[in-house]
């Protein structure tokens, strides 16, 4: 059974605010906690409404009902877990290799989803402007399927950031130069702009390499790449000649 | 004014059933009203809370206010306007070229996402199979953000689809070539699979051609690609030396 007080907190961990106060945020999902499990995060309580995650122990893990976790989930139609870990210290930047640098990034789905692309192409920093949304934003964990035990994410001021490291910064823009046909290092920041506005004007002042994703459809009238699909490209032409 | 019947009406548009039944479907937003206007939808009728879009006809245009168009809105932030448009007959298939077929994509912010990905990269075609969501899912017309207008897509047995036409098959599998070395033609069929299951047994004893987009991350744990962001990646690698 949960609480009165457990549902109160695990509520409340759906406000950044509180997820700060209390340094927690929730999982949810066999596939997603068990990867939170393997790696460094440290559990607080799980809530299951079957008889698995035998490995955690028993004053950690209560089995709870369908209805006990429709209150507590997130998700519309939940999954039959729901864990409440601890936020981690962070970790110091990882200033080297390639970086992806968001610039107010403000969908969780998004976020989710290029942490997920990082992953898999093997980036193992993120730094993000202090107004990309909070990456234990529930919606946030839950895209990225596992991913987020796996890529340094940290919330920094982008510009002074960028401005310390001697490191090249790439940004797209409609100007830039033909992204297939330049010569991308393994060493540099790319920078993704807001859904909404793009790159912002104070960092598009300190980008090095202005890069374009040519269009091949109609020139006049397409609609631009969402971003997670046009951080798909750039990560893939990065990559494929490292 | 919003009459009780058109409330009915259109909140009966947000399932499947009822759209095929009146052969209407329902947009939002300014801008992807205005792509569906300037291109060939036939606009049943405009409602907005804003004195805009004086080129429709007053007649085909009803003034509302906030709480009328959150009454039949289907987003939780409603923007300004809504318009109902009659669902035009489907076009005979661009057999030719490069043509998306979709095995089963349920998402209906994939399925938008990538026709806005086919629009940018200059693809004609979709093709569907019947098990895929809609296409005028209110969901899917908003996430493709006006790129309905410019790209057909056809509702088919893939397997009879695929069957009778000369292309060559493409699709991704762990085991597939690594397609940034393969030879990429500009004819042929792109499968992208379902979401959970990939490409069914069925298709895949079809394929001509497996490729793989390699991964860089730690291989005994990285999750799949999302498959809009794989999409992207295959897309853009198709159309980059073309």
Not at 8 to 34: C, Y
Not at 44 to 66: G, W
Not at 69 to 81: D, F, G, H, R
């Amino acid at each position: 059974m949960v609480s009165k007080n457990q549902i109160k907190l695990i509520s409340s961990l759906h406000q950044k605010k509180q997820r700060f106060a209390n340094q927690l945020f929730f999982a949810e999902g066999v596939k997603v906690i068990q990867e939170l499990l393997q790696s460094n995060f440290e559990l607080e309580h799980l809530y299951t409404t079957l008889n698995d995650f035998e490995a955690v122990q028993p004053s950690k893990r209560t089995l709870i009902n369908e209805q006990e976790l429709k209150k507590i989930s997130a998700l519309t139609t939940p999954n039959s877990c729901l864990a409440v870990f601890k936020i981690p210290a962070e970790n110091k930047v990882i200033d080297s290799g390639l970086i992806v640098a968001l610039d107010d990034i403000r969908d969780p789905g998004n976020l989710g989803t290029i942490l997920r692309l990082c992953d898999w192409f093997g980036i193992k920093q993120i730094v993000c402007s202090k107004e990309t949304v909070d990456i234990y934003n529930p919606k946030v964990v839950q895209a990225t399927m596992g991913s987020i035990a796996r890529v340094n994410v940290n919330y920094v001021d982008l510009k002074t950031f960028i401005n310390q490291t001697n490191l090249p910064v790439f940004g797209t823009f409609m100007d830039g130069e033909n992204i297939y046909q330049s010569n991308l290092p393994q060493n540099g920041i790319i920078v993704m702009g807001n859904e909404a506005n793009g790159i912002s004007a104070e960092i598009e002042n300190i980008v090095t390499s202005r890069l374009t994703i040519p269009r091949f459809g109609d020139l006049q009238k397409t609609e631009s790449l969402n971003v997670a699909t046009a951080t798909a490209i750039i990560l893939s032409e990065f990559k494929r000649n490292s």
